[in-house]
């Protein structure tokens, strides 16, 4: 996608980016009152101009600083609770999830708007005009505080549940998946190029977005080809080859425009990376199948979900046959075994000792195995996962079991 707005949903998944927005709301809510005391009528002014603002305030002042700090530290016990039960590369979810981030901003905001209007009405800067218009906004901000303490209370009932932890990834993973199902190979084309200069990393992290855009406009602007070597979700080191052109030499400015096309981090992200989504769920999976938690429902959960993606992934045969849009791009397409393996690699690993989720995890690859494009993987898997079985179930009549839910029997 392109750098600036993928720059920007990361910046804005920051809790400090709209907690600092809404406190900013509030202040000038609380000092640009009293611009609009002239249109107040006299006798409104008269019945809402009194002392009862203040009394509001005072009362919002201290009770919403106590009501943040309560949420901060429910959020951070959220936080702590998924990491242990799901996995960390979730917990961040949960501080980049907008409905608390929504709740907590709110409370910052009309915290800071309370002192603020206090400090305003003893400096004695409103009027009985402006007095009135601030009863009004103190009415306003009390309803929308009411509002966001109810919505905070209804997600602290989900926000540590894995369940809810895997509905977010699902929805993640789905998005990555459509984008890159309907964009395939980033609007470019699969290939190589035999030579050319190289792009190279200045930093040492993953590929968290290409902005394939951007290439295609800078190989217009020097009349070249690009091959992206490094995809989103690659580790690179520093010097490592992010790109390659159809150019003898590339200097510092071309390696420049060339390289701010990529955004490289200290993690993977789950925008332009279908894989990383995958492989969270597996990472639920196995946490799920270890012995110190030992719930199989949230592996069967897994692969579900897993099933879901997968069948949207390549439901559609006509992934590799769209016309590409970017004629100077090459880009490595995704392989479909390595979405497999993902999402339920772990389960087959893990699980092979559970026959509730070894069946169900055969289940779920026979449903799949119908799609052409993944069947020659499927089979793969599905073998891998049986000799595990075999190796691990003490029973032959469960061996016999999980083979039968293989064949469809």
């Given at each position: 996608m392109n750098r600036w707005i993928f720059l920007w949903r990361k910046l804005k998944r920051q809790l400090w980016v709209r907690a600092t927005a809404y406190a900013g709301v509030g202040v000038a809510a609380a000092l640009l009152a009293v611009f609009l005391a002239p249109w107040v009528p006299a006798p409104m002014a008269e019945r809402l101009g009194g002392q009862s603002v203040e009394s509001i305030l005072t009362i919002l002042a201290s009770s919403l600083l106590g009501v943040a700090t309560f949420s901060v530290g429910a959020m951070v016990t959220a936080y702590t609770s998924v990491s242990s039960a799901a996995s960390p590369r979730v917990a961040a979810l949960v501080t980049s999830d907008e409905e608390t981030q929504k709740s907590l901003a709110t409370f910052v905001g009309a915290f800071l708007y309370a002192i603020v209007a206090v400090t305003a009405i003893n400096a004695h800067y409103y009027g009985q005009n402006g007095r009135a218009i601030l009863f009004l906004f103190s009415l306003a901000m009390v309803g929308l505080v009411a509002f966001r303490l109810l919505a905070w209370i209804n997600r602290l009932s989900s926000l540590a549940r894995v369940g809810h932890m895997i509905d977010l990834v699902e929805g993640y993973a789905l998005d990555a998946l459509t984008q890159r199902r309907d964009l395939p190979l980033l609007g470019g084309r699969r290939g190589h190029l035999s030579a050319g200069a190289e792009v190279k990393a200045h930093a040492t992290g993953y590929v968290q977005n290409v902005d394939p855009a951007r290439l295609q406009a800078m190989a217009e602007a020097r009349d070249c080809e690009v091959e992206v070597v490094a995809a989103p979700g690659?580790?690179?080191?520093?010097?490592?080859?992010?790109?390659?052109?159809?150019?003898?030499?590339?200097?510092?400015?071309?390696?420049?425009?060339?390289?701010?096309?990529?955004?490289?981090?200290?993690?993977?992200?789950?925008?332009?990376?279908?894989?990383?989504?995958?492989i969270v769920l597996g990472e639920i999976a196995a946490k799920a199948l270890s012995p110190?938690?030992?719930?199989?429902?949230?592996?069967?959960?897994?692969?579900?979900?897993?099933?879901?993606?997968?069948?949207?992934?390549?439901?559609?045969?006509?992934?590799?046959k769209q016309t590409p849009v970017r004629d100077r791009l090459f880009v490595p397409g995704i392989v479909d075994a390595d979405l497999l393996d993902d999402v339920f690699g772990p389960v087959a690993r893990y699980g092979a000792g559970d026959l509730a989720v070894s069946i169900r995890l055969q289940k779920g690859l026979r449903a799949l195995a119908t799609i052409p494009a993944l069947r020659p993987a499927i089979e793969t898997l599905t073998q891998e996962a049986l000799e595990r079985c075999r190796a691990v179930l003490p029973i032959p009549a469960d061996v016999s079991r999980v083979e039968a839910a293989a064949e469809g029997r």
């Amino acid at each position: 996608m392109n750098r600036w707005i993928f720059l920007w949903r990361k910046l804005k998944r920051q809790l400090w980016v709209r907690a600092t927005a809404y406190a900013g709301v509030g202040v000038a809510a609380a000092l640009l009152a009293v611009f609009l005391a002239p249109w107040v009528p006299a006798p409104m002014a008269e019945r809402l101009g009194g002392q009862s603002v203040e009394s509001i305030l005072t009362i919002l002042a201290s009770s919403l600083l106590g009501v943040a700090t309560f949420s901060v530290g429910a959020m951070v016990t959220a936080y702590t609770s998924v990491s242990s039960a799901a996995s960390p590369r979730v917990a961040a979810l949960v501080t980049s999830d907008e409905e608390t981030q929504k709740s907590l901003a709110t409370f910052v905001g009309a915290f800071l708007y309370a002192i603020v209007a206090v400090t305003a009405i003893n400096a004695h800067y409103y009027g009985q005009n402006g007095r009135a218009i601030l009863f009004l906004f103190s009415l306003a901000m009390v309803g929308l505080v009411a509002f966001r303490l109810l919505a905070w209370i209804n997600r602290l009932s989900s926000l540590a549940r894995v369940g809810h932890m895997i509905d977010l990834v699902e929805g993640y993973a789905l998005d990555a998946l459509t984008q890159r199902r309907d964009l395939p190979l980033l609007g470019g084309r699969r290939g190589h190029l035999s030579a050319g200069a190289e792009v190279k990393a200045h930093a040492t992290g993953y590929v968290q977005n290409v902005d394939p855009a951007r290439l295609q406009a800078m190989a217009e602007a020097r009349d070249c080809e690009v091959e992206v070597v490094a995809a989103p979700g690659a580790l690179v080191r520093r010097g490592g080859v992010l790109a390659r052109i159809s150019l003898p030499t590339c200097d510092d400015r071309a390696q420049d425009d060339f390289r701010s096309a990529f955004t490289i981090g200290d993690s993977r992200s789950y925008d332009q990376d279908p894989r990383f989504g995958l492989i969270v769920l597996g990472e639920i999976a196995a946490k799920a199948l270890s012995p110190g938690v030992n719930d199989p429902g949230t592996a069967i959960q897994v692969i579900s979900s897993g099933v879901r993606l997968l069948d949207i992934w390549a439901g559609d045969a006509a992934v590799e046959k769209q016309t590409p849009v970017r004629d100077r791009l090459f880009v490595p397409g995704i392989v479909d075994a390595d979405l497999l393996d993902d999402v339920f690699g772990p389960v087959a690993r893990y699980g092979a000792g559970d026959l509730a989720v070894s069946i169900r995890l055969q289940k779920g690859l026979r449903a799949l195995a119908t799609i052409p494009a993944l069947r020659p993987a499927i089979e793969t898997l599905t073998q891998e996962a049986l000799e595990r079985c075999r190796a691990v179930l003490p029973i032959p009549a469960d061996v016999s079991r999980v083979e039968a839910a293989a064949e469809g029997r």
